[in-house]
């Protein structure tokens, strides 16, 4: 069980930007990919990013490639989504999750943490 804590988000103007921290604990290996997902209302949960923990190869999907950027700390087992050039359909609980190969789909994970609410205003 690898437990994840969520944190950074908030109340952001459109074109603004947002930093989400995600804080790992409880196992978290060198071969574990860390991901993040969003949901929005009424919305199934969507991939945003992965980040493979051991290479540092990342992954995006096509709706937030070159305005999100994914990162990692080893040293301190936290992943980061940098976002910027927020758009108002970027609104959503924005949640971590890590996987042992996990993909694009949410059931390649096998933790989330509690997630964070991104809104983007209008």
């Known amino acids: 069980q690898v437990q994840l804590v969520e944190s950074g988000g908030g109340l952001v103007q459109t074109g603004g930007s947002l930093r989400l921290s995600c804080a790992a604990s409880g196992g978290v290996s060198s071969t574990s990919t860390l991901g993040w997902f969003r949901q929005a209302p009424g919305k199934a949960r969507e991939f945003a990013a992965r980040i493979r923990w051991s290479s540092g190869t990342t992954y995006y999907a096509d709706s937030v490639k070159g305005r999100f950027t994914i990162s990692r700390d080893t040293a301190k087992n936290t992943v980061y989504l940098q976002m910027n050039s927020l758009k108002p359909e970027d609104t959503a609980v924005y949640y971590c999750?890590?996987?042992?190969?996990?993909?694009?789909?949410?059931?390649?994970?096998?933790?989330w943490g509690q997630g964070t609410q991104v809104t983007v205003s209008s």
């Open positions: 999750a890590a996987g042992f190969y996990g993909g694009s789909s949410p059931s390649t994970y096998h933790d």
